[in-house]
Every structure is written in C-alpha cells, then in structure tokens.
C-alpha cells in the first residue's frame, strides 16, 4: 500500500481515514456539545433564577448583567454548534452506509 502524501493530496488523506474515526469524532462533539450547553443553562438558572453573582476575574467585581449575558450566550450557542455539527456528521455518516446500520 502506497502512502498518500498529506500535502499534494489532503482530500485523498481525509478518504483514507476509517469510517469509524469520523463516527468517534462526532460523537465526541455532539457529547461535548450537550455538556456545553448544559454547563451554560445551569450558570443561567443560578445567575438569574437564584441570584448567584458571576465575578470579574481581573477586577473582583460583579461582572456587568449584559456582559454575564453575552458570555452565557456565546456559551451556549457554542455547545448547540458542536452539538448540531456532530449530529449531522452522524446522520451523513448513516445514509452513506450501505448496510444500513
């Protein structure tokens, strides 16, 4: 078996990965992705539905309500795209099986 050089040929180097590494990998993210999320709507809930202060690292202060917003929504939306990128990496995986399984 000859090997393929990753610089002249990237596309045939990714082909000759093992279905199961693409199905790992997807799995990994659409995982990391829930925890991402669930890690953000828990830090949601005590920050606003218990009142628990989220601090500034650097300055020791409560950290501004619109700065804990946007940090909380970054956080999540970034769970969701791992999570919505594994799942479809998934279901592309399913339909080009030929077994179906």
Do not use: C, E
């Amino acid at each position: 078996m000859a090997l393929i050089d990753p610089i002249k040929d990237p596309l045939g180097t990714i082909r000759k990965q093992p279905p199961s590494f693409f199905r790992r990998l997807a799995r990994w993210w659409t995982a990391i992705g829930f925890l991402l999320l669930v890690f953000a709507s828990v830090l949601a809930v005590a920050h606003y539905g218990y009142g628990v202060p989220i601090y500034d690292k650097n300055t020791g202060q409560i950290s501004d309500p619109t700065t804990v917003a946007a940090i909380l929504t970054m956080l999540g939306l970034g769970g969701l795209f791992f999570a919505i990128l594994g799942i479809l990496i998934l279901r592309a995986l399913r339909l080009n099986n030929p077994n179906g399984s």
